[in-house]
């Protein structure tokens, strides 16, 4: 079956530009989060839905960081204005179950921003 | 909060050689634990988990035993093939959520 999709897969971005990441999670998972990967570093936790509901935002960096899910299931990442510290890979994860419970996150490709 | 130590530096070894990452952990309550590989290319793939302190996880060759009184979980394999040349991360779940928190990811690259 299909898994975790993401677009776009690159992102260019001048400084001060709005962008907006797109996850498709798998079909029926319940929770998605949503990590960023600096080059050469481990995935860091951004934010948490289950569901619709963002439980857990706590790892978002700014507020120029804002993500939502309104149906459940697609869910986009949007960061305004963005900085060169803003470059890395976002990632975002799927799982079927809520919390409580050790599921398996599956992963998306990521999105490769880059900001000059 | 959390968080997970994995060894520094890439590591490279001959093909059937014995291949060791080590990892350990620091947490407040009793994590489940895993180990991602992201292939070349590729996206995070989980390799294997334990939930519970003496569990181990094994897969593709691979184990890797939840050790709670050393908080340890090493990855290991006995004879490593050129296909296992990949980047591989630590981590743990922490929260009431599941949120991974991950080690920096060691580059294993596996020569002829």
């Known amino acids: 079956g299909a898994g975790v999709s993401q677009s776009p897969r690159y992102k260019v971005a001048k400084r001060g530009q709005d962008v907006a990441l797109r996850c498709d999670p798998i079909s029926g998972h319940v929770s998605l989060f949503w990590y960023q990967q600096a080059l050469g570093q481990g995935p860091e936790f951004l934010t948490y839905?289950?569901?619709?509901?963002?439980?857990?935002k706590s790892g978002l960096p700014s507020d120029r960081f804002f993500a939502e899910r309104p149906e459940g299931s697609v869910s986009t990442l949007k960061i305004q204005r963005t900085q060169q510290e803003d470059s890395a890979v976002y990632l975002c994860?799927?799982?079927?179950?809520?919390?409580?419970?050790?599921?398996?996150?599956?992963f998306g490709p990521g999105t490769r921003l880059t900001v000059l | 909060g959390d968080s997970v130590t994995q060894m520094e530096g890439p590591v490279t070894l001959s093909e059937e050689a014995f291949l060791t990452i080590n990892c350990t952990y620091t947490a407040t309550g009793y994590p489940s634990l895993f180990w991602y590989v992201q292939y070349p290319g590729e996206g995070l793939q989980l390799l294997l988990k334990?939930?519970?302190?003496?569990d181990k996880g094994s897969n593709k060759g691979f184990e890797a035993t939840y050790r709670k009184e050393t908080t340890s979980f090493h990855l290991e394999k006995g004879s490593v093939q050129v296909s296992d040349s990949a980047v591989y991360f630590c981590a743990l779940s922490e929260g009431g959520n599941n949120r991974l928190a991950f080690g920096k990811g060691n580059q294993v690259v596996v020569i002829p």
């Open positions: 839905f289950q569901n619709e509901a963002q439980l857990d």
């Open positions: 994860a799927s799982s079927p179950r809520t919390s409580g419970i050790t599921d398996t996150q599956y």
């Open positions: 334990a939930t519970k302190a003496d």
